[in-house]
């Protein structure tokens, strides 16, 4: 049964891009949410909604998410694709944006990585839109084919890492270490080497299968991404591992799935809340 207890103000920071969205929600009685809940909690409801096929009713609460929380940026990441395939390219490009930028902030690599994925989607459909309603010139095209060729980068020579084996442990974290720096420098095939050599010396160690799942979503690998993070989770339940699967799992519209982890991570806070 959805929650509807009493009705939200609009607040002064909602995004611009929602300003009316939430008005027009106001006006039909759909904006009404419990003022108990949390932001990440109205996006969960957002998320059963979507997965039970009542997706005006998910979009509503994917932007009351923001209402209650604006700087909650799954919320953008999922509000601003409702709107882009609802016609509404501007202010769904406004908010991937804005979602984006409170990403990198919070240091969320994996989300700035789907902001991305987005925005590039969105740029490629407006090209292939442009294209059709004014077709370019055979050359360009093919300019614009042979382009990516020009930014390949020479083959990585891969070095195994002399392992000391009397401090096993010492090597696997400067391993690690060397792997998320790696990471950070876009470098993803040494990143992924210096991974994979702490894997096989703990292949059960959480940070490494995490960030190898990074590496691979940056790589627009999103199956091996998702197949490292569904193993960090099943080794330590965490919520930074949580979201990023929740966010493939919506994208790949298998909303079931990303109810299971909701409701985990739902139960997880609950176990933690005081008692009394």
């Known amino acids: 049964m959805k929650q509807v207890e009493e009705a939200a103000e609009p607040e002064s920071n909602v995004p611009q891009e929602l300003a009316e969205y939430v008005k027009e929600d106001m006006e039909k009685g759909t904006a009404n949410v419990s003022s108990v809940l949390s932001a990440q909690e109205i996006f969960s409801q957002g998320v059963i909604a979507q997965a039970t096929g009542r997706l005006e009713e998910a979009r509503s609460l994917f932007m009351q998410s923001i209402v209650r ?14 709107l882009i395939n609802s016609g509404d390219k501007e202010n769904g490009r406004g908010l991937l944006e ?7 902030n919070a240091s969320d690599e994996s989300l700035t990585k ?11 459909a407006e090209q292939v839109a442009a294209q059709t309603a004014a077709p370019q010139p055979v050359q360009t095209q093919e300019i ?29 974290a400067d391993l690690i ?11 993803y095939e040494r990143a992924r080497q210096r991974l994979s050599q702490a894997l096989k010396l703990d292949a059960q160690n959480l940070k ?17 991404a998702r197949e490292c993070w569904e193993k960090a989770n099943s080794i330590s339940f965490t919520e930074p591992t949580s979201r990023k699967l929740i966010s493939v799992y919506i994208q790949a519209d298998q909303t079931n799935l ?14 933690k809340a005081p008692i009394g």
């Not at 804005?98 to 990198?104: C, E, F, I, W």
């Not at 990303?258 to 176990?271: P, R, T, Y």
């Open 69 to 82: 929380d604006p700087e909650y940026y799954p919320a953008y990441l999922q509000t601003a694709i409702s």
């Open 98 to 104: 804005k979602g984006r930028t409170l990403a990198v």
């Open 114 to 124: 789907m902001f991305d994925t987005e925005l590039v989607k969105l740029k490629q």
């Open 144 to 172: 614009d084919k042979q382009a990516p060729a020009a930014g390949v980068a020479a083959p990585v020579q891969t070095t195994e890492r002399h392992i000391d084996p009397t401090n096993v442990a010492g090597e696997v």
């Open 177 to 187: 270490d060397m792997g998320s720096d790696f990471l950070e420098l876009g470098h």
């Open 208 to 224: 490494a299968i995490t960030l190898l799942g990074d590496c691979y979503f940056a790589e627009n690998n999103t199956a091996k």
């Open 258 to 271: 990303a109810v299971d982890v909701l409701l985990k991570l739902q139960e997880m806070a609950e176990d």
